[in-house]
Every structure is written in structure tokens, then in C-alpha cells.
């Protein structure tokens, strides 16, 4: 019973909380255009608006949602480990830093990029999973297994341990340079929108979604080419008409097939996802984080008036 709160006594626990808050935030609000994103993705064609009224009249509104429980059991651990390795790596990339000052932004892109790198080793088997349920019709799910366990036993069954982890490279790939912009533009752009900032920690409500929002905008747009090829690669199994021999060919196939706009299919959806997805993510994490160190004497507020 105890537990609980010598656990956010401590500031790695307020930091693992709020990243829960944050991560649960970002996957109830972006996820539905996730699903559209991987459909476009995987598909021939059909533009996001087609695809999204298909699914919802054919299969339900409640469609868009399938495979979330897989992202949404897991991202406590994985948003707070992203942003607890961001925390130790930008101060390591940068020696210069005093405890009390903000990391530079050097500092702010590796250990972006070190994060991502690490985060991707948990978070290749999870978007597996999730995209094998996004993927799934009517008929494959009326006559297989749902949910996210069964998936994964029927994955570990047919294919293995190598199958659960296909797409690692890639996702690693992706990822690294991916946070690398994702924590860089989100430091930058709140200094831009609220000057000193960084130092004092009280931004307001605006900001931190603005800044957010364009972090993740500028950490999709950078990897968006490699994303399509993860999603393609991790979409095939055993069965796939289509077989792809690793990274390379893939990126050839899916460009002889359906020329180099392929590899931007979906970016759209993607963009507007990431706005909203990751304004509800920051926005959530440093209000959490607040709220916890309020409530253990330290009487820093948050602004509630328009920094920007």
C-alpha cells in the first residue's frame, strides 16, 4: 500500500507517471488517423477521407481503435523511458551544461537521437502487432484470434522470435533521427514562442501544444520514406502475396510497383496526426509533472494566459 507514494517521492518516479499521462494522451487522441495512416500505407490507393468513411461504414466507427491495446499497455514504460534516456543523454552530450541550466541543443538532437535508437528495441515487436490488427479484414477476423497476445503467440508460433522482431532495423532507422528533430524542434520552438522558457519552466498551455504539435510534425516529416517501408515490411506474413527480402528490397519493389509517391503515401494523415498526437503528449507530460512537484512543496505554476 505503500508503494505508490514513496514511488512519486522520488523525481524518477513524477517523471515515469507524467510520461504515462502523456504517452496514454497521445495514443487516445492520434489513433484513429493512425489507423488510416497504416491503411494508406499498405493499400494500392484511396485517398485518407475515402479510406476513413470505408472502414467506418463497413466496419464501425470502433474499427479505427482495433490494435490499440497493444501500444496502450506498454506506453507508460516506453514514454518514460524515452524521456528519462532523452534527460540523461542530452546532459551527457553536453559537458558544458551546469545542473541548473537547460541542455544546448546539440545536447538536446543526440540525446534525442540516443533515445530513439534504445526506445526502438521495445517498440518494434509493439507496432508489429499493432499494425498485423490494423490490417486485419472482417472475414481474417472471423475466422482467426484477436487481441494483441494472440497476435503475438500466432506470430511467435508461425514465424518465431525473428518474426515478432521483423522490422527492427528499420524501426531503429526511423526512430533515432526521428528524435533527434522530435526533441530539438520541440526545445527550440518554445523558446521561440515563450522566451526563457527552458529556464523557467513556465510556458503556457498554448506553447507547450504548439510546440509539441510541430515536433511532431518535423520528427514525421524527416523519416516519413522509411516509415512506409517499416509499415510494409511488418505488414507481410507467411502468406503475403508480395515478399519482400529485407530493407532495400522492399524500398525497390514498393517504388517499381507504384512509382516514388508511394513513399509518401499517407503523409498527409500522418502530419496531422502528429500535430495533435504530440501537443496532447507534451502538454499532458509537463502538466502531470507539475502537478506532482505542486504537491511536494514546489509552488511553481502553470500559465494559463497565451504565450505566444
Given at each position: 500500500?505503500?508503494?505508490?507514494?514513496?514511488?512519486?517521492?522520488?523525481?524518477?518516479?513524477?517523471?515515469?507517471?507524467?510520461?504515462?499521462?502523456?504517452?496514454?494522451?497521445?495514443?487516445?487522441?492520434?489513433?484513429?488517423?493512425?489507423?488510416?495512416?497504416?491503411?494508406?500505407?499498405?493499400?494500392?490507393?484511396?485517398?485518407?477521407?475515402?479510406i476513413l468513411k470505408n472502414?467506418?461504414?463497413?466496419?464501425?466507427?470502433?474499427?479505427?481503435?482495433?490494435?490499440?491495446?497493444?501500444?496502450?499497455?506498454?506506453?507508460?514504460?516506453?514514454?518514460?523511458?524515452?524521456?528519462?534516456?532523452?534527460?540523461?543523454?542530452?546532459?551527457?552530450?553536453?559537458?558544458?551544461?551546469?545542473?541548473?541550466?537547460?541542455?544546448?541543443?546539440k545536447g538536446v538532437a543526440?540525446?534525442?537521437?540516443?533515445?530513439?535508437?534504445?526506445?526502438?528495441?521495445?517498440?518494434?515487436?509493439?507496432?508489429?502487432?499493432?499494425?498485423?490488427?490494423?490490417?486485419?479484414?472482417?472475414?481474417?477476423?472471423?475466422?482467426?484470434?484477436?487481441?494483441?497476445?494472440?497476435?503475438?503467440?500466432?506470430?511467435?508460433?508461425?514465424?518465431?522470435?525473428?518474426?515478432?522482431?521483423?522490422?527492427?532495423?528499420?524501426?531503429?532507422?526511423?526512430?533515432?533521427?526521428?528524435?533527434?528533430?522530435?526533441?530539438?524542434?520541440?526545445?527550440?520552438?518554445?523558446?521561440?514562442?515563450?522566451?526563457?522558457?527552458?529556464k523557467s519552466g513556465q510556458?503556457?498551455?498554448?506553447?507547450?501544444?504548439?510546440?509539441?504539435?510541430?515536433?511532431?510534425?518535423?520528427?514525421?516529416?524527416?523519416?516519413?520514406?522509411?516509415?512506409?517501408?517499416?509499415?510494409?515490411?511488418?505488414?507481410?506474413?507467411?502468406?503475403?502475396?508480395?515478399?519482400?527480402?529485407?530493407?532495400?528490397?522492399?524500398?525497390?519493389?514498393?517504388?517499381?510497383?507504384?512509382?516514388?509517391?508511394?513513399?509518401?503515401?499517407?503523409?498527409?494523415?500522418?502530419?496531422?496526426?502528429?500535430?495533435?498526437?504530440?501537443?496532447?503528449?507534451?502538454?499532458?507530460?509537463?502538466?502531470?509533472?507539475?502537478?506532482?512537484?505542486?504537491?511536494?512543496?514546489?509552488?511553481?505554476?502553470?500559465?494559463?494566459?497565451?504565450?505566444?
Amino acid at each position: 500500500m505503500d508503494f505508490w507514494p514513496e514511488f512519486l517521492a522520488s523525481s524518477w518516479g513524477k517523471e515515469f507517471v507524467a510520461g504515462g499521462f502523456g504517452g496514454t494522451a497521445g495514443i487516445m487522441a492520434g489513433y484513429p488517423l493512425d489507423s488510416v495512416r497504416v491503411r494508406q500505407q499498405s493499400s494500392q490507393n484511396g485517398s485518407a477521407f475515402s479510406i476513413l468513411k470505408n472502414v467506418a461504414t463497413k466496419e464501425g466507427p470502433l474499427s479505427l481503435y482495433r490494435g490499440m491495446g497493444a501500444p496502450l499497455a506498454s506506453v507508460t514504460f516506453q514514454n518514460a523511458m524515452v524521456f528519462q534516456i532523452y534527460a540523461i543523454l542530452s546532459r551527457a552530450f553536453d559537458s558544458s551544461c551546469c545542473s541548473n541550466e537547460p541542455p544546448s541543443y546539440k545536447g538536446v538532437a543526440l540525446g534525442g537521437v540516443g533515445a530513439g535508437a534504445i526506445q526502438s528495441l521495445m517498440l518494434s515487436p509493439i507496432e508489429l502487432i499493432k499494425i498485423r490488427l490494423q490490417l486485419q479484414t472482417q472475414l481474417q477476423r472471423e475466422h482467426t484470434e484477436n487481441g494483441p497476445l494472440n497476435v503475438a503467440k500466432n506470430i511467435l508460433r508461425i514465424e518465431g522470435w525473428r518474426g515478432l522482431y521483423r522490422g527492427l532495423t528499420i524501426t531503429a532507422l526511423r526512430d533515432a533521427p526521428a528524435h533527434g528533430f522530435y526533441f530539438w524542434t520541440y526545445e527550440f520552438m518554445r523558446e521561440k514562442l515563450h522566451p526563457g522558457c527552458r529556464k523557467s519552466g513556465q510556458e503556457s498551455f498554448n506553447t507547450m501544444l504548439v510546440a509539441g504539435g510541430l515536433a511532431g510534425v518535423a520528427s514525421w516529416v524527416c523519416c516519413y520514406p522509411l516509415d512506409v517501408v517499416k509499415t510494409r515490411l511488418q505488414a507481410q506474413t507467411p502468406n503475403s502475396t508480395i515478399k519482400y527480402n529485407g530493407i532495400v528490397d522492399c524500398l525497390r519493389k514498393s517504388v517499381r510497383n507504384d512509382g516514388y509517391g508511394v513513399l509518401f503515401r499517407g503523409l498527409g494523415t500522418a502530419v496531422s496526426r502528429a500535430f495533435v498526437v504530440n501537443g496532447a503528449i507534451f502538454t499532458a507530460y509537463e502538466t502531470a509533472l507539475r502537478v506532482f512537484f505542486n504537491n511536494n512543496g514546489n509552488h511553481e505554476t502553470l500559465q494559463t494566459d497565451s504565450g505566444i
